[in-house]
């Protein structure tokens, strides 16, 4: 089974920056796509970036010009960094990546990472 490993949210003021990471267990299954969705309270989980094996990139429009997503594959690690953060952007940040095992398609998540942004 695929694991996904998060780390580095945390608290911080509006403004600052954090850099989340995420490390997908060794496996037999090749990375389609790496990325990070967040829920706030109250709210449905929403895509935040995500990025392809090929480097092709997709941000939610709340945060384009701020975050920025990035891999390394030799790492299976995705990163997210995230700056001039904002208390609207203060959530639970999912991991998420969907790989393909040869027979099929398979979508993991990890198990999240609180982001608070204070005013």
């Known amino acids: 089974q695929v694991q996904l490993v998060e780390s580095g949210g945390g608290v911080v003021q509006g403004g600052g920056s954090l850099r989340l990471s995420c490390a997908a267990s060794r496996s037999a299954f090749s990375i389609v796509t790496m990325g990070w969705y967040r829920q706030a309270p109250g709210k449905q989980r929403e895509l935040v970036a995500v990025i392809t094996s090929g480097g092709s990139t997709n941000y939610a429009d709340s945060v384009k010009g701020r975050f920025t997503i990035s891999r390394d594959n030799a790492k299976n690690t995705v990163y997210l960094q995230m700056n001039s953060l904002k208390p609207e952007d203060t959530a639970v940040y999912y991991c998420?990546?969907?790989?393909?095992?040869?027979?099929?398609?398979?979508?993991?998540w990890g198990q999240g990472t609180q982001v608070t942004v204070s005013s």
């Open positions: 998420y990546s969907r790989m393909n095992s040869g027979s099929g398609l398979h979508d993991f």
